[in-house]
Nanobody
Framework: VQLQASGGGLVQTGGSLRLACSASGSIRKINVLGWYRQAPGTERELVAQVFSSGSITYADSVKGRFTISRDNAKNTVYLQMNVLKPEDTGAYYC?????????????WGQGTQVTVSS
């Protein structure tokens, strides 16, 4: 089982980026898909997550600017980021809480870098 993230890059303040993360392998069920981010010298923080029920949570700092969505048929989660600010800069990590043959747990994708220039 692996998660593959894509979509990071360099953008100016006020710009937009769309991240995607796809899970592949022997997957029985994905309960939660989400994104964390980490800036240099800071702790990893939860940005947004979407549950299999459709419930969504966002960090206060991104509410109104970021939108998370999931495509269950593709085991993919997206993060549309609009009105980006320099403080959004960091490595973004996707994760999935899911059941696989043999058990369940949290799986992480590789980080994708987002840099917002002022």
């Amino acid at each position: 089982v692996q998660l593959q993230a894509s979509g990071g890059g360099l953008v100016q303040t006020g710009g937009s980026l769309r991240l995607a993360c796809s899970a592949s392998g022997s997957i029985r069920k994905i309960n939660v898909l989400g994104w964390y981010r980490q800036a240099p010298g800071t702790e990893r923080e939860l940005v947004a997550q979407v549950f299999s029920s459709g419930s969504i949570t966002y960090a206060d700092s991104v509410k109104g600017r970021f939108t998370i969505s999931r495509d269950n048929a593709k085991n993919t989660v997206y993060l549309q980021m609009n009105v980006l600010k320099p403080e959004d800069t960091g490595a973004y990590y996707c994760y999935a809480d899911m059941w696989v043959p043999g058990g369940g747990g949290r799986y992480w994708g590789q980080g994708t870098q987002v840099t917002v220039s002022s």
